[in-house]
């Protein structure tokens, strides 16, 4: 006989990652193409030589460096490994049993998962016709159960941003006792007028947390490590949730000399949006509906044509993020991998 586990795990679904095909182009995971920047991946080959000793387990430096950095005091910082293990922590910081999540959806797909492992409910609200985000109808769903709330902005895997104006009117309708996540993953490639700054209403309001990564802008994917910012009365709790020594010392220096490398940052992620009006542009012009994006990938709502678009890319060695009946996400390369892209997408759409 087996041993007896949760009887609820039929119920959890696993996280599928982008797919890595070799000597394709990968644009499935919102990855940077380029490396780490150099002065980052000097430091952590230098933190490598340290790795037989225990890292700082509330990675002090890094969380003082990340609130100067943001010009918050360090107390309402808390770093994780990604900013995912910290959307796990703040469920399980906030939900008992059978209390419930919020999220607009498609979003995120980490976000049923971590409510369900924490025993809470995943309760999607469907987005509006374009992607966006159906802030009202996120309100319009909130019960005597709701304990959080997550928006994300831009949205993965849509790319709309919330503006300003509608957060404010949004949490404006949020009662105080139920925590808001404004998961802003993709905040460095935002370029829109009257952008949400998830930071200053984390500090401007009881109930709001901001969720920032280091894996996306900053092309760290692979060392893990991102960071919450909040009030005390959150960042204590979801700080309590963590794996004990869950941030690396390797990602704790690489995310320190990341906060160094200043202008070296803002130079890759305009040549991201750059590429990303291109590609949309050149996506439209061959006739698909592409919403507008603030991130680093677009989205293409295929509807039943999702999963022959994906394969076709994969066929010609562009390996895409299939959302099979709904939609495909492209993530945006260099200049050459979006032209790869650009040729498999005219190909599609001039097939017979
Ligand atoms: C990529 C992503 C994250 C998490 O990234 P980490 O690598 O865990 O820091 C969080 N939220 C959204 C919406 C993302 O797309």
């Known amino acids: 006989m087996a041993p007896d586990v949760r009887s609820d795990l039929?119920?959890?679904?696993?996280?599928?990652?982008?797919?890595?095909?070799?000597g394709a182009v990968k644009l499935a995971s919102n990855e940077t193409t380029a490396g780490p920047l150099p002065s980052v991946a000097a430091a952590i080959a230098q933190a490598a030589a340290g790795a037989n000793r225990y890292p700082d387990i509330t990675a002090g430096t890094l969380v003082a460096r990340l609130a100067e950095h943001l010009g918050v005091p360090a107390r309402n910082v808390t770093a994780g490994c990604g900013s995912v293990a910290l959307c796990q922590q703040l469920v399980q910081a906030v939900c008992a049993?059978?209390?419930?999540?919020?999220?607009?959806?498609?979003?995120?797909?980490?976000?049923?998962?971590?409510?369900?492992?924490?025993?809470?409910?995943?309760?999607?609200?469907?987005?509006?016709?374009d992607g966006a985000l159906d802030l009202d109808a996120l309100a319009d769903a909130v019960t005597d159960r709701t304990r959080l709330i997550f928006v994300c902005t831009p949205n993965n895997p849509t790319g709309p941003a919330v503006s300003r104006s509608e957060l404010t009117a949004f949490l404006d309708r949020i009662p105080e006792r139920i925590t808001v996540a404004l998961d802003e993953a993709y905040f460095e490639y935002v370029r829109s007028a009257d952008a949400v700054d998830g930071v200053a209403e984390a500090m401007a309001r009881p109930n709001v947390v901001a969720l920032r990564t280091f894996s996306k802008a900053y092309g760290l994917a692979g060392l893990r490590v991102g960071y919450l910012v909040g009030p005390v009365d959150l960042v204590v709790p979801v700080a309590k949730m963590v794996v004990p020594f869950s941030v690396s010392s390797l990602a704790q220096a690489a995310g320190i000399a990341c906060l160094e490398a200043g202008d070296e940052l803002r130079a890759r992620t305009d040549a991201v949006v750059a590429e990303r009006r291109r590609v949309r542009d050149s996506l439209l012009d061959l006739g698909l509906e592409v919403p507008e994006s603030q991130a680093n990938f677009v989205w293409l709502p295929?509807?039943?044509?999702?999963?022959?678009?994906?394969?076709?890319?994969?066929?010609?060695l562009v390996v895409t993020r299939c959302f099979a009946g709904d939609g495909v996400r492209v993530t945006i390369g260099d200049r050459s991998e979006n032209d790869?892209?650009?040729e498999a997408a005219r190909t599609f759409v001039t097939r017979t």
């Open 10 to 22: 039929h119920a959890i679904p696993s996280y599928v990652p982008g797919a890595t095909v070799p």
């Open 97 to 129: 049993p059978g209390d419930e999540v919020l999220y607009g959806w498609r979003s995120f797909e980490a976000y049923p998962i971590i409510a369900r492992i924490a025993h809470a409910v995943p309760v999607p609200v469907p987005n509006r016709a």
């Open 302 to 316: 295929l509807g039943d044509a999702a999963a022959a678009f994906d394969s076709h890319c994969r066929d010609r």
């Open 340 to 342: 790869r892209l650009l």
